[in-house]
């Protein structure tokens, strides 16, 4: 009986355990799941949940924003006040962002957003100067491609050239337009003589 | 160990949990990569709108209108729902209002999206070209192949689109959509057509209405009037209506006043007063409007005008029309004028008035018409002048509406030109008014003639004034004719007065111009200078016949005496009567202590056998000596301290051509205190010649020198002539 009774504890035992387990490993699972629940609710804002019957109304247009554009907040400062036109105080912006960032990934963008500025004020020199800054903290094939855009509108080929193939191979593979960008991007080099 | 294990473990399925379900939790409820309209998971793209290649937009860069945005849109909508432009234009129609996932887009989505296009670009909230970066971007679910086929079971041709994070920052031409906050709203790539960056609604368009009203003070008024024009907006909401702009025009189209840009609220608001005064000479009916135009009318821009408020200027006249003559009387062959003017006073001009001038001829004793409310009509053959009429006559304002020169010709004295003006409408309530008949008399001016010797003014009767200084005047008429000549009263030899001669001619010549020297060659008065002036003498007694004559026996005799008689001198008492034939020879003197009317012709014979057969009459009067009007001849010398009047028993007033209308024809001599020639004869005829002749001719015959007063030949003798000698002397 003690024998038994020894063995029977033992069992119980085991099941116990793996019960904990599993509902260990449930919790678990289920905090991952909370996480992203959160993180996404976080992203998409406390604003209203989306259905299928209908985005709730607002007055501005701001809600319901596909928010998974994942600028940093200044960038997307700087953008809006370019989007008016106001280079010079988007570049201000962009400046007293720069200063205080630690971020290399917010700096980058906070280059590119400068560049696009310069773009739209036609100052190629200094659009290509920001995106060279940018380049000294990541390579993208984006951002090679704008290089390569504003070395062109300058007139120099052979340098849009260089930019442009540096920029194929950087196109990212899971990018579902992956080929149509890795097309233009050929085209443009064979437009050049590449 | 076991505790490790189940850390690891644990740390395991956390992950997991995180990491399926990264993708689950959806935008717009979908993950990425999953499909907007069909919920179906692709890693495969195109652009949203099909592209030629890299040379070629999806979105031409020379859409720079949110007109131009919507009609190529819409374009792309039109190519149906199973293609990839229809996809395309549904997805960004719908994105862009946040609206339902209804495939493809109803009419109301359609609708709203609009609106909100065209209220961004009204309110400049939308950049057509411009660089951006971005990270997400959407791209086109077409049919799938190979690995993709895998991640869209069940569906292999989705015709959906998509959204995604690439990750990295990308940087492109893109039309831009702000929100009214100033933030991003919506960006869509020049080159694909995708939404990409921030994807977001745009600012909903307010729904508001604008309508505009004018009112006006007063809708009929009168020259010099001020009325008011009040223009409101009236916003039916229920938004506010911003940049709200508005100019007031008036009837022309001449801008008033403007104001904006505002924000009107759902309300009615007086957007602009202003007074304005009728101005003067505004014709009935002519209308002062104005009217209010606005932008926006709408949430979709627009423009609205209200609808006129007029003010309609009314007639209130009442017109008074009137014919002027030059004169009230005029002679045969005169020119004569009639004006013929129109009064309004007010307080509007005239409508339309037509004018008609009436003329008539009528005979003596007419009375002219007054005003009257009624037509009138002309005398067959009346050719009436022309006329401004019609017209409209302004208010306060007298207009001559016609001038008309008459040639009086050979219409009979006493006869009247009468002219009328009758207006037609006469006043607002129209109608006919005829003016009062202006008429003109056609008058004569009868003449005197004396022949034979001179004629004095001036003096008198010592009895009755013993200086014998009166300021004597003589005074008659005179006309010019149309062949040049002048009729008028005249002496064939000099006129003497110590006062005034005034058309009275001398030396056989009527005068009418004093300035001339014709008519006035032996006119001496001593009243002027101008010619042969102060040459009558200072003062001048007339013989004193009654003194001569006062001794002579009184006797009784019939107050009717009848000269044909025998001679003899009588002094009588009281008043008589004198007519009759005298005899030859027969030497008569009457004083008569009373008035002496001769009512019948007076004659002498006029056949003589010798001097001693010549007759002689002197009749002294100390009254009048009264003519009456049958009698045509006198002979003798008729002297009377009174007056001598040719026409006693003329009627009282103006005389007409039917009174006194008998020349008299004296011959012999009148002295008298005064004369008064009433006599109407002559002056008047078919020709200028006729029109000339004399109504009263004094003779200085020649039995009056061969005769004188006292039939005697020494110096004391009273003479009938009465001389003084004027340079050079004869």
Redesign the interface.
Known sequence: MPKTSKTSRGKKKQIITIVV?VL??????????L???LQ?RST?GSKGT??????P???????????????PQS??DA???????DYDQSNKQIAASLATSRSNDEK??LY??Q??NY??QQKWDDALNSYKQAESLKQ????Y??MG?VAEAKGDKTAALGYYKKAVPLV?T????HD?YVN?LQ??IT?LGG | MKLALLMVAMAATFLVGYAKTADAWPVYGRGQFYGYFKNIRDFWGDSVWHTNGPAENAVPTTITSADQFITFTLDKLSHGVGTQDGIGASFIIQTMIGSARDYPPTAAQIADWEARVRYADAQGLITWNQMVSYQLNSYYQGPCSGYNCDQKPGDANPNDDAFYDIGTTNVASAIVFRNSGGGVAYMIRHLCANPIGTISPLTPSPTYNLTGTSTVSDTTVIPGQTITFTHRLTNSGPDNAPNVRYTVYDQSGAAKASGGPFTLGATTNTVNTNNFKIPAGSLPGTKFCQYVHFTPQNQLGGSGDSAQACATVIADFDLTPTVTPSTGSAQQNDSISFTYTVYNPGPTPSTLTTCKIVGNNHTSGYTPLPQQDADRNSDPGYTPPSTICPTNFLEGTTTTVATETVDVGNAAPGSRICRSLVLNPKDQNGGFRASAEACVVIAKTPYVHFQGNDVWAGGGFAAVNPACNASSKITTSAHALKDGSVAGGGVEYAAYALSKITNFGSAGRAIINPAAPTGKMLTFSNVTSANLGFYGAPQHCINDYVATYSGTPVTGQPTTIDVNQGTGTYQINGAHTFHGDVPNGSQQIWLVNGDVTIDGDIKYSDSYNSVGDMPSLVIIAMGNVFVKDNVKQMDGLFITRGTFNTCSNAPSGNLSINDCNNQLVVNGSVIAGSLTLLRTYGADGNDDSVRKNPAEIFNFSPEMYLKSALNGSNPSTLRTVDEKDLPPRY
Do not use: C, M, Y
Request: no cysteine.
């Open positions: 387990v260990l490993l449930a919790l678990a699972a289920g905090a991952g799941v996480l992203q629940w996404h998409n989306v259905t299928t019957s209908g985005i109304g607002s007055n501005d247009g701001s809600q319901n924003a596909l928010t998974q554009n994942n600028l960038v997307k953008q809006g006040t370019a989007a008016q036109s980058f963008e590119i957003q560049a696009v773009e739209n993208t094939s984006g951002l491609e704008s855009r990212p899971a990018d579902p337009l149509f233009q085209s443009k437009g």
